[in-house]
């Protein structure tokens, strides 16, 4: 069973930068589609960016600002979060899923790291 837990949230100033990390365990993530996704207050679901083993994809509202990366020896996908913004304030979330995509419907999905871009 795949378990996936995300740390590096926190509260940050406009402008500021946070590096999420995804770390699984129980299995590799060699063979994932892994997506981020965040919940703000009162707020749906959203995507904000997928890798598979081929591409990276990211939502319009955080493109050219945030990085997906991967660690295949440390079993971690990454979030680089720079030029941060109040609307960037939610939960974010990691998911994986071996069909090879990213959608709300993934498989696996952590519990979530808060972050909070405040001044």
């Known amino acids: 069973q795949l378990q996936l837990v995300e740390s590096g949230g926190g509260l940050v100033q406009p402008g500021g930068s946070l590096r999420l990390s995804c770390t699984a365990s129980?299995?590799?993530?060699?063979?994932?589609?892994i997506g981020w996704f965040r919940q703000a207050p009162g707020k749906e679901r959203e995507g904000v960016s997928c890798?598979?083993?081929?591409?990276?994809n990211y939502a319009d509202s955080v493109k050219g600002r945030f990085t997906i990366s991967r660690d295949n020896a440390k079993n971690t996908v990454y979030l680089q979060m720079n030029s941060l913004k109040a609307e960037d304030t939610a939960v974010y979330y990691c998911?994986?899923?071996?069909?090879?995509?990213?959608?709300?419907?993934?498989?696996?999905w952590g519990k979530g790291t808060l972050v909070t871009v405040s001044s």
């Open positions: 129980g299995r590799t993530l060699d063979y994932y589609a």
């Open positions: 890798l598979t083993s081929g591409t990276t």
């Open positions: 998911a994986a899923d071996r069909k090879g995509y990213c959608s709300g419907l993934m498989n696996y």
